[in-house]
């Protein structure tokens, strides 16, 4: 499975990933958070998903399974690039995106 192959590369359980994805969407690649504008399955903002190279109309056609190579780059951020978004005026990231992204990349 896709989701099991991502979970071994980010050094995470994958039923910790779909725990994530349950929370934030109900696994649901189409879910929008009607005031944010949040979508898909971790609900990407849409400067998040800007920043990862697509949209949050591109991620609400896309199936869960093509989701997940987005929700890997997300947890995947390299360290530098992680610190440059966290310096940017428009970083979109939350306190608990943040702490856990330290924590999975620890």
């Known amino acids: 499975r896709k989701l099991d192959k ?10 910790d990933l779909l725990a994530i994805m349950k929370q934030e969407s109900r696994v649901n690649p189409a879910a929008v958070n009607k005031t944010s ?4 399955l971790i609900q990407f903002m849409p400067d998040t998903a800007r920043r ?7 991620l609400r056609q896309m199936s869960a399974v093509q989701q997940l190579d987005y929700v890997y780059m997300y947890f ?11 310096r940017s005026k428009n970083c979109c990231l939350s306190k608990n ?5 330290i ?3 620890w």
């Open 6 to 15: 991502i979970a071994q590369q980010l050094n995470v359980k994958s039923s």
């Open 37 to 40: 504008g949040a979508t898909g």
């Open 52 to 58: 990862l190279g697509t949209s949050t109309e591109e």
């Open 76 to 86: 995947y951020f390299p360290a530098w690039n992680f610190i440059k978004l966290l």
């Open 97 to 101: 995106d943040i702490l856990f992204n």
């Open 103 to 105: 924590a999975i990349n």
